[in-house]
């Protein structure tokens, strides 16, 4: 028998351990066929964005927003995001999604944020979706988040669509 590749292996933990705790964060627990599922549709994302088998991907994620435009990539109907934080009224910062949606597909405020709330922690869930025709971007490709954050502080209540 050849050695199984890790998503092969995780796949067969999975199936052999479907409820089996995979994932433990804080009281929250996901287990294995939840984790699965859940890293199909990250990878589909990816595939969607042109990654295809041999290429390299990485994601750098912090404990914070930035770990959730990775699960808002994930969703059907996006084409890009960014996530940053804002002043709060609270002492914490926040979270607000910035959301290029895909050409021809449809998604509102509230879908998202409840896609996210199935997947993700509550403090991770953006409390605003805004959806944007593009991101602001550096000559390197690279998203201009401080760009965001001050157009978000000009107007706090900006373009904070239900729906394109």
């Known amino acids: 028998m050849l050695p199984l590749t890790i998503p092969e292996a995780f796949a067969a933990v999975a199936a052999r351990r479907p409820d089996h705790p995979c994932l433990v964060w804080g009281d929250d627990a996901i287990p294995y066929a939840a984790a699965h599922e859940r890293i199909g549709r990250v990878a589909a994302g990816f595939v969607r964005l042109g990654a295809g088998p041999g290429d390299r991907v990485a ?78 971007k550096t000559p390197t490709a690279k998203v201009q988040k401080d760009r965001l954050r001050a157009e978000l502080r000009a107007s706090p209540g900006a373009r904070s669509e239900s729906q394109r």
């Open 59 to 136: 994601c750098y994620l912090g404990n914070g927003p930035e770990f959730l435009w990775t699960w808002l990539g994930a969703h059907p109907a996006v084409l890009e995001s960014a996530v940053v934080g804002v002043p709060s009224a609270l002492a914490e910062d926040d979270v607000v999604a910035v959301v290029v949606p895909r050409p021809g597909a449809a998604a509102t405020e509230a879908e998202l944020q409840a896609w996210c709330a199935e997947r993700l922690a509550r403090f991770k869930v953006p409390g605003r979706v805004l959806f944007v025709d593009a991101l602001p």
